[in-house]
């Protein structure tokens, strides 16, 4: 299995969705990207409710919306009153992911949004939830994805 995709080629894969819509962008310094996270940015681009997506070195931005003054920053912050969001950390070194913001709404897009980044995601990866203020989710989620590794 190939770790990590070129530039042209992950391009090319998020082509559709820019042409239809939904804006993925990925910062001008990265060249490769790890499979899993050109995975993750797909599915999370697939749910009807996600507009933009933003991949940096070593983030992941997904959302509903994008902060006025900034086009290419997707609005993922805790209690904001209308957009759906999520940002993760990413290590490749570690093979890990941190879910650092989430926020929603609209009950059940969060679950939505965790659902496609762990669906088929890698038994060699771990989640880590370093903060959790959510009063229970993560404790639902570890529960539901229990086949893997949580760091918490």
């Known amino acids: 299995m190939k770790t990590r995709i070129k530039r042209k080629e992950f391009e090319k894969l998020f082509a559709t969705y820019n042409n239809n819509g939904t804006q993925i962008w990925v910062i001008t310094r990265v060249k490769k990207l790890p499979t899993e996270i050109v995975n993750i940015a797909i599915r999370l681009a697939d749910l009807d409710f996600i507009n933009y997506v933003r991949i940096c070195d070593e983030t992941l931005a997904a959302s509903s919306e994008n902060y006025p003054q900034r086009p290419k920053v997707p609005i ?28 929603s709404p609209v009950k059940g897009n969060g679950s939505k949004m965790v659902d496609a980044i762990l669906k088929d995601f890698p038994s060699d990866w771990q989640p880590a939830v370093v903060m959790d203020w959510s009063n229970g989710f993560w404790d639902k989620m570890k529960a539901k994805y229990n086949n893997l590794e949580w760091i918490m």
Do not use: P
């Not at 209690?79 to 650092?100: C, M, P, R, V």
């Open 76 to 103: 993922t912050i805790m209690n904001h009153e209308t957009a759906i969001g999520i940002q993760i950390l990413h290590s490749i070194s570690y093979k890990s992911i941190d879910f650092f913001d989430i926020n």
